[in-house]
């Protein structure tokens, strides 16, 4: 049986185990934080005391599922996009490092040698957005990609199953410091603090703005924030 066939009766029965066993399609809204450690927020808050405050996420997770032994693909960017996006592990997908695209040379300060890979998410991969296609989902990606040997380059979301793409960085453009350039709410601020005191950020806006484009047909959003990344 073929790759792609394995994955799209997944995703049937997936859909169809929701509510008991009535075919019902909703709505899948996917939020990657870059970097985010498993240990960085009031979710697991194990050991040391968190300093941040996340009460939406806390409020999430009581209304649904904490998964406390989940674990990412790769400990690196690109590789565990790429693990998440195909449902396979970086050696079967090749995708190993986060820089590729070129034979690595080695260096006598370098202890091993890192593998190659071609530099991209292999177009024969089934993305997620590829396997919802035949169920009737339109799908978007919102934020950062990087399964390419760069940000932004062939092959992109659309090219990966996806009807919808935008890579705007958002709030990680130009805000500066963040541990000292806060928001405020003067008018003149570009990430001006809404009525309940959120700064404004383009990633956040274009994904509501898919999810309010497409809430006729059932949709499968991805929204990979390039928060928490940089500064590290």
Not at 27 to 44: C, E, H, P, S
Not at 111 to 128: A, C, H, N
Not at 191 to 217: H, Q, S
């Given at each position: 049986?073929?790759?792609?066939?394995?994955?799209?009766?997944?995703?049937?029965?997936?859909?169809?185990?929701?509510?008991?066993?009535?075919?019902?399609?909703?709505?899948?809204?996917?939020?990657?934080?870059?970097?985010?450690?498993?240990?960085?927020?009031?979710?697991?808050?194990?050991?040391?005391?968190?300093?941040?405050?996340?009460?939406?996420?806390?409020?999430?997770?009581?209304?649904?599922?904490?998964?406390?032994?989940?674990?990412?693909?790769?400990?690196?960017?690109?590789?565990?996009?790429?693990?998440?996006?195909?449902?396979?592990?970086?050696?079967?997908?090749?995708?190993?490092?986060?820089?590729?695209?070129?034979?690595?040379?080695?260096?006598?300060?370098?202890?091993?040698?890192?593998?190659?890979?071609?530099?991209?998410?292999?177009?024969?991969?089934?993305?997620?957005?590829?396997?919802?296609?035949?169920?009737?989902?339109?799908?978007?990606?919102?934020?950062?990609?990087?399964?390419?040997?760069?940000?932004?380059?062939?092959?992109?979301?659309?090219?990966?199953?996806?009807?919808?793409?935008?890579?705007?960085?958002?709030i990680t453009r130009s805000i500066g410091d963040r541990s000292?350039?806060?928001?405020?709410?003067?008018?003149?601020?570009?990430?001006?603090?809404?009525?309940?005191?959120?700064?404004?950020?383009?990633?956040?806006?274009?994904?509501?703005?898919?999810?309010?484009?497409?809430?006729?047909?059932?949709?499968?959003?991805?929204?990979?924030?390039?928060?928490v990344h940089s500064p590290i």
């Open positions: 049986m073929r790759k792609n066939t394995l994955i799209y009766l997944f995703a049937m029965f997936f859909i169809s185990q929701i509510y008991s066993q009535n075919i019902v399609k909703p709505n899948i809204v996917f939020v990657y934080a870059d970097d985010l450690g498993w240990q960085d927020t009031q979710l697991n808050d194990v050991g040391d005391v968190v300093p941040w405050e996340t009460p939406n996420m806390l409020a999430l997770a009581q209304s649904g599922a904490n998964f406390s032994q989940a674990y990412a693909s790769a400990p690196s960017c690109a590789p565990s996009r790429g693990g998440t996006m195909s449902g396979r592990m970086p050696l079967k997908n090749k995708m190993t490092h986060v820089a590729g695209g070129q034979i690595p040379e080695g260096k006598n300060s370098n202890k091993i040698i890192p593998s190659y890979f071609p530099g991209r998410l292999q177009l024969d991969e089934v993305t997620i957005a590829e396997a919802l296609k035949p169920l009737g989902y339109v799908s978007g990606h919102v934020g950062k990609w990087h399964m390419a040997a760069n940000h932004n380059i062939y092959p992109e979301a659309v090219d990966q199953g996806f009807d919808y793409q935008d890579t705007d960085r958002g000292v350039d806060f928001a405020t709410d003067a008018e003149d601020d570009p990430y001006r603090l809404d009525e309940d005191g959120r700064p404004y950020d383009a990633v956040t806006e274009l994904a509501l703005d898919f999810m309010a484009d497409n809430k006729e047909e059932p949709f499968f959003l991805y929204m990979a924030h390039w928060l």
